[in-house]
């Protein structure tokens, strides 16, 4: 069964520091990684998606990596806002196709 | 945003009673899914749906059903509510599987049974 961790669990940084979101997970037989963002109280949002075969994706400050054979990818903010403030969650696809396991998630706060 | 909504935003009920959940979508998109998020859990699947009247389980099926008559409509019925069926309730659709593209997420409903 694939288990997905996510570390640090919080963090708490000043505006303008480039921070580094962690995600582990135990299966790499995996179509996809995904990463979301979810604001109190809403739904979540697609930030990234890195498919198997892909190392990387960019999407204006933000940057994932895959690295599938270590079962870990990152996120990596850069010059952080506050209105980054939220919590990120990180997911994969199973070879079946049809389920997303997820994180636990990371709940980040940027301080102005 | 995709054009997903779900019904209610918000309900109260009590233990026993059976419950409906609807999502709607405008996107046309062929999958459909339910999830559950709860503290210390993060969101786990329900049920899915890849096509009009075809459903499977997910990873916390037990004490729900689902239904998918029109393309547009996915039901989540709780049979018999329990106070251990309190969370919050998302639903997501996706146009394909396999890899490339990503799932779009409802507002989700805050269910409470007491």
């Known amino acids: ?112 | 945003d995709a054009g997903i909504t779900q019904s209610p935003r918000h309900k109260v009920t009590e233990t026993g009673t059976p419950v409906t959940l609807r999502c709607h979508q405008t996107e046309n998109h062929r999958y459909m899914y339910w999830y559950r998020q709860d503290p210390g859990h993060g969101l786990r699947l329900i049920h899915y749906s890849y096509g009009v009247k075809d459903t499977d389980k997910g990873e916390v099926s037990d004490g729900y059903s689902v239904s998918r008559s029109k393309t547009e409509d996915f039901l989540l019925t709780l049979e018999s509510a329990t106070s251990s069926q309190t969370s919050v309730y998302f639903c997501a659709i996706s146009g394909s599987s396999g890899g490339a593209e990503t799932q779009y997420f409802g507002p989700g409903t805050r269910l409470l049974v007491l």
């Open chain 1, 1 to 112: 069964k694939q288990e997905v961790t996510q570390i640090p669990a919080a963090l708490s940084v000043p505006e303008g520091e480039n921070l580094v979101l962690n995600c582990s997970f135990t299966d790499s037989a995996i179509y996809n990684l995904q990463w979301f963002r979810q604001d109190p109280g809403k739904g979540l949002t697609s930030l990234l998606l890195i498919q198997s075969s892909q190392r990387e994706q960019t999407s204006g400050r933000l940057n994932a990596s895959l690295d599938k054979s270590s079962g870990r990818s990152t996120l990596y903010i850069a010059a952080s806002q506050p209105g980054d403030s939220a919590t990120y969650l990180c997911a994969v696809e199973d070879n079946a196709g049809n389920m997303l396991t997820f994180g636990g998630g990371t709940r980040l706060m940027v301080k102005p």
